[in-house]
C-alpha cells in the first residue's frame, strides 16, 4: 500500500517501518558543521542512534530533525533537489555524545531520558523482546551486549570496529569541508580534500590503544600496525602519577609544565651542546623522564605539571614516529590523526606533527580531524545504510575556495572542563525515497 509523506517520514523517525526493503529509503545532504552544544528542541524528532563501546569512551551518534521538518507540506522544511523526485526532506542534525565507558550507566539513563532506545530499527520477525537494534561498534558491543538488553531492552547489531572507523574517515573527509587541518607552530590550516585523490592514506586512530590502517578506498582498508602505547596509557600513567581526577584536568596541567625538568636532553647528555654530526639539537628529548632517575627526587618533588607534559610530549611524540615508519612503508604521504587522545589539544597536536616532519623531513604530513573522537560511531550510523534501513548519499562536495582558518568556531579549543556530552552537531537533512 503507498504510504503518504508523513507516514513515511513516521516510520522512519520511530524505527517502526517493517521489513527492510519496504521501509523508506532515506538520503542525507551534509550542509556543514557550525553547532557547538546547540541543545535539542524538545519538539525534535530523534531516529537511528549508533553506538561505539570503546575501552575508554563510549560514543553515540544520533540524527534528529528540526522542530518543523516532519510535515512534507511545510515548504521550508521540504527541500526537493535534483533526483529526490518530490520526495520530502527531513531537515535536522546529527548529533554526538560521549560517556565515560566506566559510568556506562550515565549512558544508558541518556539514551533513555531521550527516548533514544526508540530510534534504531527493529527486526521484522524477531521475538517481541529482540525487536529494537541499534546499531553498535567498539570491544563494548560485546562486552555489554547483555546489560543493553537487560536495562534498555534493546540489541545491539554489531559491526566491525575498523569498518566503522574507515567509513567514518572517510564520510567526514569527503563530506565536511571543514575537517582536515594541519597543526603546526600554533597554526591550524585547513586542507582541502580532493575527492579524486583521497586514497590512499594513513588512518591513525588513537583511543585507549593505537590502530594504523592503510585505507586504499571506500571498504578498502588494512590494519598495518598497532601500538598499547596509546591514549590509555596517557590517562591511566597520569592518573597515577598525578593524581589528577579527570583527563581534562590531566591535559589542562600539561599547559603550564616543563618537560625538561623531568626529560633528559641531548644537550644534558652532551655538556649543553648539539650533536649536530647526527642532526640532535641540544634541545632534543634524548630521554623521556630521564632526568627522574639521578635527581635524587622522589615523585612528589616533582610537579604534576612537568610530569604530565613530559608525558604527553614521550606518547605523542611515540605515536608520530611509529606513525611515520608506517607510512614509510607504504610510501604514504598523508597521515590522518584520529581518536579522543588528541581532544584538539594543541601541544599533542603540535608534538604529533612534529615528529611526523622530523623523522619525514618533510616529506609526510600529519592532519587532524575536527570530529576526531566520532568515526567508529559515524560508521556504526552509516551502516544503517549498508543494510538498507538508510540511504545516505552526500553531496555537498569540496569547496573550491580557500577556507577562512581564522572563522571563529574553528579556533582550537581548550578542552571544556569536565563536559562529556558537547555535540559537534552537522546540520543535514534526511530525504525519503
Ligand atoms: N573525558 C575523557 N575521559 C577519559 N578519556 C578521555 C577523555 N577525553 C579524552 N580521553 C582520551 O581519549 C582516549 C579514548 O579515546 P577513544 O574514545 O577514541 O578510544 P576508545 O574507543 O575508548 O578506545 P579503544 O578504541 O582502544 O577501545 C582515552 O584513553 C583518553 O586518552
Ligand atoms: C584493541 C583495539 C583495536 C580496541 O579498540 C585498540 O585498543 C588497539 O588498537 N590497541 C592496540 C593494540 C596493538 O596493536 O598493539
Known sequence: MQQTADQQVHNLIRGAGKAKGERGRAKMDIVESKQISEPIKSEAQISHLALDIGGSLIKLVYFSTNSDSSSSSSKDSVAVSSGNEGRPVLEGKLHFAKFETAKINDCIDFIRSKQLRLSGFQKHGAPAGERCTIKATGGGAYKYADLFKEKLGICLDKEDEMDCLVAGSNFL????????????????????????????????????????????????????????????????????????????????????????????????????????????????????????????????????????????????NNIGQISYLNALRFGLKRIFFAGFFIRGHAYTMDTIAVAVHFWSKGEAKAMFLKHEGFLGALGSFMSYEKHGFLNLKVHQLVQQSPVDASRGGDKIHDPPNGELNENQSIDCSICLS
Not at 225 to 249: A, I, Q
Not at 260 to 267: A, N, Q
Not at 281 to 298: L, R, V
Open 173 to 316: 573527509l569527503k563530506a565536511v569541508h571543514t575537517e582536515a587541518f594541519t597543526y603546526m607552530d600554533g597554526q591550524k590550516e585547513f586542507v582541502q580534500i580532493d575527492h579524486d585523490d583521497l586514497y590512499p592514506y594513513m588512518l591513525v586512530n588513537i583511543g585507549s590503544g593505537v590502530s594504523m590502517i592503510k585505507v586504499d578506498g571506500p571498504g578498502k582498508f588494512e590494519r598495518v600496525s598497532g601500538t598499547n602505547v596509546g591514549g590509555g596509557t596517557f590517562w591511566g600513567l597520569g592518573r597515577l602519577l598525578t593524581k589528577c581526577k579527570s583527563f581534562d584536568e590531566l591535559l589542562e596541567l600539561s599547559h603550564r609544565g616543563n618537560n625538561r625538568v623531568i626529560d633528559m636532553l641531548v644537550g644534558d647528555i652532551y655538556g649543553g651542546m648539539d650533536y649536530t654530526k647526527i642532526g640532535l639539537s641540544s634541545t632534543t628529548i634524548a630521554s623521556s623522564f630521564g632526568k627522574a632517575i639521578s635527581d635524587n627526587k622522589e615523585l612528589e618533588d616533582y610537579k604534576p605539571e612537568d610530569i604530565s607534559r613530559s608525558l604527553l610530549r614521550m606518547i605523542s
